[in-house]
C-alpha cells in the first residue's frame, strides 16, 4: 500500500515562509494526481493544490499566488512552498495520492502555526 509521508510543519511569525514536503513510498508516476489538503480548527477540510501526472497545477483561489505545488519524480517527493504566511494559514496539512485505480491515499498530517 501507498505510504506518505509529510515534514516541514512548524510555527513561524506572519509573513514567513514554510515549505512541506511529502515523501510517498511508491513511484509517483504510478499515481495520476497529488494535492495537499489542509484543515483548520473548527472548518471543513479543504483542497490547497494538486498536480498531476503531466505537471498541470491547480490551487484554491484563497492562496493569492503565495503557494507552489512541486515534484520531485526521482526522489518520489512532493513539494508545497507557502510565502507570505497569514495567521489564517494555521492548519494540519495533508499530503494525498490519488492512484491509477482511484484508490486514495492520505499522510499523517503536518501542523502549521502562524502567529501574528
Known amino acids: 500500500q501507498v505510504q506518505l509521508v509529510e515534514s516541514g510543519g512548524g510555527l513561524v511569525q506572519a509573513g514567513g515562509s514554510l515549505r512541506l514536503s511529502c515523501a510517498a513510498s511508491i513511484s509517483i508516476w504510478w499515481i495520476n494526481a497529488m494535492a495537499w489538503y489542509r484543515q483548520a480548527p473548527g472548518k471543513q477540510r479543504e483542497l490547497v493544490a494538486d498536480?498531476?501526472?503531466?505537471?498541470?497545477?491547480n490551487y484554491s483561489d484563497s492562496l493569492k499566488g503565495r503557494f507552489t505545488i512541486s515534484r520531485d519524480t526521482a526522489k518520489n517527493m512532493v513539494y508545497l512552498q507557502m510565502n507570505s504566511l497569514k495567521p489564517e494559514d494555521t492548519a494540519v496539512y495533508y499530503c494525498?495520492?490519488?492512484?491509477?485505480?482511484?484508490?486514495?491515499?492520505w499522510g499523517q498530517g503536518t501542523q502549521v502555526t502562524v502567529s501574528s
Open positions: 494525498n495520492a490519488a492512484g491509477l485505480n482511484s484508490l486514495q491515499y
Open positions: 498536480i498531476t501526472r503531466d505537471g498541470s497545477t
